[in-house]
Nanobody, 123 residues
Framework: QVQLVESGGGLVQAGGSLKLSCAGS????????MAWFRQAQGKQREFVAATSWRGGITPYADSVKGRFTISRDNAKNTVYLQMNSLKPEDTAVYYC????????????????WGRGTLVTVSS
């Protein structure tokens, strides 16, 4: 079992930055592909970014490419999402997820989920 706890969400003005963290416990995340998803009110959950367990592979959604950066520190069992140039449309609950040795980064394949952290971007 892997437990995931997100933190770092909050209220920020458009153009600002936030850094989300996802702390894992129970098992080391080094064998897991880790991903961030988000769900805005009234909308479906969508993929944001991922980092492969193999290293060197970090896909991003087109909507965040160039603004968000995902990273991981396996020694700290933590994944991060640096979010810059935030827009009101980035407002959502952000979820961290883990997929054992995964390579598809789809929500359906994720083995574990955190409870989410709310990011609100004001205009």
């Amino acid at each position: 079992q892997v437990q995931l706890v997100e933190s770092g969400g909050g209220l920020v003005q458009a153009g600002g930055s936030l850094k989300l963290s996802c702390a894992g416990s129970g098992r080391n995340i080094s064998s897991y592909s880790m991903a961030w998803f988000r769900q805005a009110q009234g909308k479906q959950r969508e993929f944001v970014a991922a980092t492969s367990w193999r290293g060197g592979i970090t896909p991003y959604a087109d909507s965040v490419k160039g603004r968000f950066t995902i990273s991981r520190d396996n020694a700290k069992n933590t994944v991060y999402l640096q979010m810059n140039s935030l827009k009101p449309e980035d407002t959502a609950v952000y979820y961290c997820a883990a997929d054992f040795a995964g390579s598809t980064y789809s929500a359906q394949n994720m083995d574990y989920w955190g409870r989410g952290t709310l990011v609100t971007v004001s205009s």
